[in-house]
């Protein structure tokens, strides 16, 4: 199993990184080496086993409807790069 | 000298007043300015904080109403959110956010009376076994300035090895805690997953991450502890009501104990010396009476590709929210997306970028069931097979980590060999088990690390052994050349 | 021209009524300044985790079983992956899979056009977490509130393939599920507020062709009349397309209410990659029989049963019925009045016709009047006991309506009681017949008609407190 380099762009633009072309390149080479490891575990019979999400045995954790405070305003926006009239401001949407 | 004090000594001190509060904190003040250019333990230091702290602690141990922690400094990883101190997790793309919250440890150390020190070095986003891919500093190993102190609670370890702070928090993924505990010859706890709040904790891996302590004594370690955990309300996979005692801590008794020592924890990359070292070690805890048996655990070699698909998979996702739109820098560029993919591309450094990618790629169309179901299914064998070891054994044995600390540098240049190095610690993580490492000896002049680990919910237990088995080695015990 | 046949999936979100956000302990609220019911949960911001609100795992729950749905025993939340400014975390915690939202695989019966009931497949209904409000600004870039960010929010997705047909059906699809929410208590319903929002995909095939045309996802729909104009829309828009040869396109499609007619948003590319996993900071949902059994059990009677009951217990006529179900407010009035010991036919009566010509005048809701259950049943007694005419009742009725008043204290005031004692009724007739001889000269003459001439002016007389039923006795002896 190996990713290609246009395997490496789609999944960067996935995950929204604009990386350079080196970076690409590097990463495929990194994935490609880390792919050769997953190996491992492709070639196990695992069968039905049931998957675990965490190592937790919990179930049903649940909070009560109630109100509590939220954060003040100024608390909200405080490290917004951009802020303006009590809102968190961001660029024109061009969707691509 | 203050600082090269345990937590208990100082607390001990402060209620005898023999110290005071204020004083503790200004000698550890004076010391991180002094010391931590040389070490780079600290990312940020808020010395008027810390003093205000200690004046508050000092009017609690003059009223009598002091706890085990009042006016104790405690360094945290700067990855747990401090309200009001800058909290970047080393990496650039948090550069300048201040939390309006405290993560539910922060909040107990206070209601404690702990003093909060300052905020210590990590590898970006605690992705790293060296500390090393921290976007602002190097952090050194106190046994070599040349070495690493391991990772990623690299800065919060040289604070403790160094004398910067009695105890420090770290957080534990896949050895964050444990490793550089090893590496650096300091005690290192990581407890059951959920006993301690992970509201606050920026997420790295969910479901593996744990807050923990680094000590320079198990007793130090199970003092903190002790006042971190408990159930939280604001994190649902917080366990009810899991204090557990201290006070018991001395009970521990090694005549009769049983180990097992799973032989795959000497995997392909495990040094020699390492070995020899540890089996020194074992040998020794047989002489006192402890029963090691050596036994398999057939998917421990599987734990590291396992990891490197869990962790990355779930980091993925819970690095989504840096977008430059509510806090953080934000980079130029046409149009939001544009803007948020540049803000990503130049926040994250190579490590974590390679991580977001594998978890992506793990996690998209086509390959979820080949990688992350089937990673997740290995975590339940991994596990089941541990939980089996434990019905037979009071905890598991093993080396903490297959190296000791290594040149800064000297694994660059291959990222494999270092994601080898959480070998030993990620079964640990995968179960949710305690797991705990102490300096048990020496190889190449560098502290070589014995992990326990113990069932879930075993941390008392875990604790109790740990403490007997420190004093095994206490004669032999060194400290790191510092000033 | 060729016939089409019109298939519609519809995605319907509800936004649950429960006091705090669904995994933080921020205030639900419509509106109100930007962002300040915010936390670092509902931020996104780096540390906080998520603890999910038990209510709104329980009004999901009530509702899929409204829905028929069988119920999910084992069930986790997942996170959908994808970036936009709205969505705090870069990920939406929602539910993924044929059989893990909380309800799957149920149903909902809808009246059909030629009478009788049609079954509408549900798929699923799941939760999941609302998003914050982009606001777009006159500069080109967009302002941010997160105040609904994080809200509990319900999705309730029809079968595949597609039951409903028509803009019609799918109106009256909305109409009873809206219906249903607003019994249960879950949703406030409100479509221009956006806290019930729908997103109808509308295909259009050829008849006799087995496999679906291309859809396209109508958005912008705010009240039901939308609904129904904007799935008509399509078909008509698709069925040209056809027609004239072209090809319909797979694309996101803006209704615009003003102009009635939809427009293209943006051509959907290949579905989107959200990388679905189980949300590690959540624990899974373990349900119980019992557990389910007791919500089941405590589910309020539904409005296609009530509307039956009505009619069956009460005897109401379908229009009547229909009327007083179609609002669970409404209805619940009109249950209260039964209980209090109303008569159900002239309580509904009163209730369908005054009270609700009244309050619809006003526009306001039925329990913001001065009118209560109580009114009318007294109300509704004093007709049935005789004690006042229709005539007067409505009067009273308008009285009560402004003052509040108790429909027996205003009688007593106004001294309006009906007059039946035959002694006090006489007089007033022999008077009234002594003053019009010539009109009585004419009755006995035989011209009957006049009769109504002497029964007005004994009612005005009488100020129209005599029983007409002993007047027209009385009459009857006195002119013979």
Redesign the interface.
């Known amino acids: 199993m190996a ?1 290609s380099l246009d ?2 762009r789609h ?10 072309e080196s ?1 690409v390149m ?2 495929q080479t ?2 490609n ?2 792919l050769g ?2 190996s ?3 070639a ?1 019979s ?1 069968h039905d ?8 045995n ?1 179930v049903n ?1 649940w ?1 009560d409807d109630f109100v509590a405070p939220s ?1 003040r305003r100024e ?2 926006l ?5 802020s303006k009239a009590g809102l ?1 401001l ?7 | 000298m203050i600082t090269s004090l345990t937590a208990a000594e100082i607390a001990t001190k402060l209620r005898t007043k023999e110290l005071s509060a204020p004083e503790v904190t200004q000698a550890y003040l004076d010391r991180i300015a002094s010391e931590d250019e040389k070490y780079g333990a600290f990312l940020a230091i808020d010395g008027e904080r810390a003093m205000a702290q200690a004046n508050e602690a000092q009017k609690q141990l003059d009223a009598g109403t002091a706890t085990a922690l009042t006016g104790v400094p405690v360094a945290i990883k700067d ?3 401090t309200e009001g101190i800058e ?1 970047t ?1 080393a990496s650039k793309i ?1 550069k ?6 405290d ?1 539910t440890v922060i909040r107990k150390l206070s209601e404690a009376g702990a003093i909060t020190i300052g905020k210590t070095n990590l590898d970006e986003f605690a992705m790293g076994s060296s500390t090393e891919t921290s976007a602002f500093k190097l952090s050194r190993n106190p046994w070599d300035t040349s070495r690493t102190p391991g990772g990623s609670s690299g800065g919060s370890t040289v604070a403790v090895a160094a004398n910067m702070a009695p105890v420090s928090l770290g957080s534990d993924t896949g050895g964050s805690i444990r490793l550089p505990a090893s590496f650096c010859g300091v005690v290192g706890f990581k407890p059951t ?2 006993r301690c709040s ?6 790295f ?4 991450d744990q807050i923990g302590p680094l000590a320079k004594t198990v007793e130090d370690a199970a003092i903190i502890s002790n006042v971190i955990t408990g159930h939280c ?7 009810p009501d899991s204090q557990i005692s201290i006070s018991d801590l001395k009970k521990g008794s090694l005549k009769g104990m049983k180990l097992a020592f799973p032989k795959e924890m000497y995997g392909d990359g495990t040094d020699p010396a390492v070995r020899e070292a540890t089996e020194f070690a074992l040998d020794e805890l047989r002489r006192e009476g402890v029963e090691i048996t050596e036994i398999s655990i057939p998917t421990i ?2 734990g ?3 990891y ?2 869990i962790a990355p ?2 980091a ?2 819970n ?12 980079s130029e ?10 803000t ?2 130049d926040g ?1 450094g ?1 490590e974590v ?2 991580r ?3 978890g ?2 793990a ?3 086509g390959y ?1 069931d ?12 991994m ?1 089941q097979q541990f939980n089996d070891a434990f019905k037979e054994f009071d905890l598991v044995v093993s080396p903490t980590a297959p190296v000791v600390a290594f040149p800064l540098g000297a694994m660059s240049q291959d ?2 060999q270092l994601k080898l190095l959480d070998y030993c610690t990620i079964p640990a ?5 305690p797991a705990i490492s102490l300096q048990a000896g020496f190889a190449h002049g560098l502290p070589v690390g014995l992990q326990l680990m113990g069932p ?1 919910m075993g941390d008392e237990k875990l604790l109790q052994a740990a403490f007997a088995v420190e004093r095994v080695f206490e004669t032999q015990r060194k400290s790191p050349p510092i000033p | 021209m060729a016939n089409y046949v019109c298939s519609v999936g519809m995605e319907v979100h509800a936004e649950l009524a429960t006091k705090s956000k669904m995994f933080c302990r921020c205030q639900v609220a419509f509106g109100g300044e930007p962002n300040t019911r915010t936390c ?1 949960v509902c ?10 609100n038990r209510v709104a795992i329980e009004m999901v729950i009530k509702t899929a079983l409204a829905l028929n749905c069988k119920i999910a025993m084992n069930s986790i939340f997942h ?1 959908k ?1 994808y ?1 936009y ?1 709205d969505l ?4 939406q915690v929602s539910q993924y899979g044929e059989e893990n939202p909380l309800g799957y695989h149920g149903y909902l019966d809808i009246p059909a056009a030629g009478g009788g009931t049609k079954r509408i497949g549900i798929r699923r209904v799941h939760l999941e977490e609302d998003t914050g409000k982009l606001m777009h600004l006159p500069s080109g ?2 302002g ?1 509130d997160y105040n609904r960010a994080g809200t509990p929010l319900m999705e309730i997705v029809t079968d595949f393939p597609p039951d409903i047909h028509n803009g019609d059906e799918a109106k009256e699809y909305m109409t009873q599920l809206r219906q249903i929410l607003l019994y249960l208590g879950v949703c406030d319903g409100k479509m221009e507020e956006g806290s019930m929002r729908c997103e109808p995909n509308i295909s259009i095939r050829p008849e006799g062709q087995e496999e679906l045309g291309v859809k396209s996802e109508l958005k912008n729909l705010n009240s039901f009349r939308s609904v129904q104009l904007g799935i008509a829309f399509e078909v008509r828009r698709q069925s040209a397309m056809l027609d004239a040869g072209e090809k319909v396109l797979q694309e996101t499609r803006g209704w615009n209410e003003q102009k009635e007619s939809s427009f293209a948003m943006r051509l959907k590319e290949a ?1 989107n ?1 959200y ?3 189980p949300c ?4 899974p949902m373990q349900f119980t029989e019992d557990y389910v059994e007791c919500l089941r059990s405590n589910l309020p009677e539904l409005p296609l049963a009530k509307f039956m009951r009505y009619q069956k217990e009460f005897g109401l006529n379908d229009y009547d019925a229909n009327l007083l179900t179609s609002d669970v407010e409404w209805a619940r009035w009109f249950e209260e009045a039964i209980q209090k010991g109303g008569e159900p036919k002239a309580i509904c009566n009163w209730m369908n016709s005054e009270f609700a010509k009244l309050i619809n005048e006003e526009g306001i809701l039925a329990r913001q009047s001065k009118i209560t259950p109580e009114h009318l049943v007294q109300l509704t007694n004093l007709i049935a006991d005789g004690t006042i005419s229709g005539k007067i009742a409505k009067k009273v009725f308008m009285d009560a309506y402004q003052t509040g008043k108790m429909p027996a204290e205003l009688v007593k005031e106004s001294g309006s009681t009906q007059i039946t004692d035959d002694s006090a009724v006489r007089p007033i007739i022999e008077a009234v017949l002594a003053a019009n001889p010539d009109v009585v000269e004419k009755y006995k003459s035989g011209q009957q008609s006049v009769r109504g001439f002497l029964v007005g002016q004994i009612m005005r007389e009488s100020q129209g407190r005599a029983n007409p039923a002993v007047v027209n006795k009385l009459l009857e002896e006195l002119l013979q």
């Open positions: 990713i395997e490496v999944v960067a633009k996935l995950a929204r990184l604009d990386l350079q970076e590097s990463l990194e994935l080496a880390l490891h997953f491992d575990i492709q196990l695992l086993l049931e998957p675990i999400l965490h190592a937790s919990l954790v909070s954060l608390s909200a405080k490290n917004a790069p951009v968190f961001v660029p024109m949407i061009i969707e691509d | 990855n747990i959110s909290t997790c948090l300048g956010y201040i939390p309006p919250y993560a997953y959920g992970r509201f606050g904790l920026v997420a891996a969910s479901s593996l309300s604001q994190d649902s996979t917080s366990i070699p599987l590291v590709t396992t490197y698909i998979a779930e993925s996702s690095l989504g929210r840096f977008d430059g739109v509510r806090y953080g820098p934000r560029g046409q149009g939001h997306i544009d803007v948020v993919a540049k990503r591309a994250f190579h970028k390679a977001i990618m594998i992506t790629y996690l998209s169309a979820y080949a990688f992350y179901l089937r990673a997740q299914q290995v975590r339940a064998m596990t990222p494999m993580n995968m179960g949710g088990f879930q | 670092p931020l996104g911001l780096p540390g906080a985790m998520p603890v999910p996170r992956n970036f400014p705090p975390k870069g990920y870039g967009s941010v579905e990659d990388r679905y996993f590690p900071d959540l624990v």
